[in-house]
T-cell receptor, first 111, second 114 residues
Framework: DAKTTQPPSMDCAEGRAANLPCNHS???????VYWYRQIHSQGPQYIIH???NNETNEMASLIITEDRKSSTLILPHATLRDTAVYYC????????????FGKGTTLSVSS | NAGVTQTPKFQVLKTGQSMTLQCAQD?????MYWYRQDPGMGLRLIYY???????DKGEVPNGYNVSRLNKREFSLRLESAAPSQTSVYFC?????????????FGNGTRLTVT
């Protein structure tokens, strides 16, 4: 079973920040938080990952709480092309370890 | 670079038929994975190969076999297809030397078993 809990759906207006929450209250010290998204029926796309510090890249920011039991993915200026299913996944830091996907959050961005 | 290439893109089988789904990556990745995705569901791990020469079962391995043919290729075989195996199948790879290397996915094979 997936070790994360996400809301099934969220809405966001185009141009606004989209904040997607994820609960991972049983996360272990050696587990990272990964975010992927899947647009339509394409293969999932990697967005960002982190251990305990906040992370930012060209796509998004990842905020992890100090106790590491939850995190938030932030898309700073959502566009219509960001409409997708977003998956939050925890994964041990070990080569070859597989990702276990949950059902994710369907983000709908509207104009 | 092509990344992860899956063939075929679409396939229709009759119950009981067999087939092999092919996957190849050109990123020199060590690890490869097979997932399936049913309508309205998240991805479920079927099998994975942490490195060349090894394979391990995932969440839903029953009815499937895999072969890590070499570092580039990881195939998934359905010996006797069943309607319950109608799904979209995704192959992914990760690796190099980075323990946190993200997974790169192919575009999927859409399989229908009648």
């Amino acid at each position: 079973d997936a070790k994360t809990t996400q809301p099934p759906s969220m809405d966001c207006a185009e141009g606004r920040a989209a904040n997607l929450p994820c609960n991972h209250s049983t996360i272990s010290g050696n587990e990272y938080v990964y975010w992927y998204r899947q647009i339509h029926s394409q293969g999932p796309q990697y967005i960002i990952h982190g251990l305990k510090n906040n992370e930012t890249n060209e796509m998004a920011s990842l905020i992890i709480t100090e106790d590491r039991k939850s995190s938030t993915l932030i898309l700073p200026h959502a566009t219509l092309r960001d409409t997708a299913v977003y998956y939050c996944i925890v994964r041990v830091r070990q080569a070859g370890t597989a990702l276990i996907f949950g059902k994710g959050t369907t983000l709908s961005v509207s104009s | 670079n092509a990344g992860v290439t899956q063939t075929p893109k679409f396939q229709v089988l009759k119950t009981g038929q067999s087939m092999t789904l092919q996957c190849a990556q050109d990123m020199n990745h060590n690890s490869m994975y097979w997932y399936r995705q049913d309508p309205g569901m998240g991805l479920r791990l079927i099998y994975y190969s942490a490195s060349e020469g090894t394979t391990d079962k995932g969440e839903v391995p029953n009815g499937y076999n895999v072969s890590r043919l070499n570092k580039r290729e990881f195939s998934l075989r359905l010996e006797s297809a069943a309607p319950s195996q109608t799904s979209v199948y995704f192959c992914a790879s990760s690796g190099g030397q980075g323990l946190n290397s993200p997974l790169h996915f192919g575009n999927g094979t859409r399989l229908t078993v009648t």
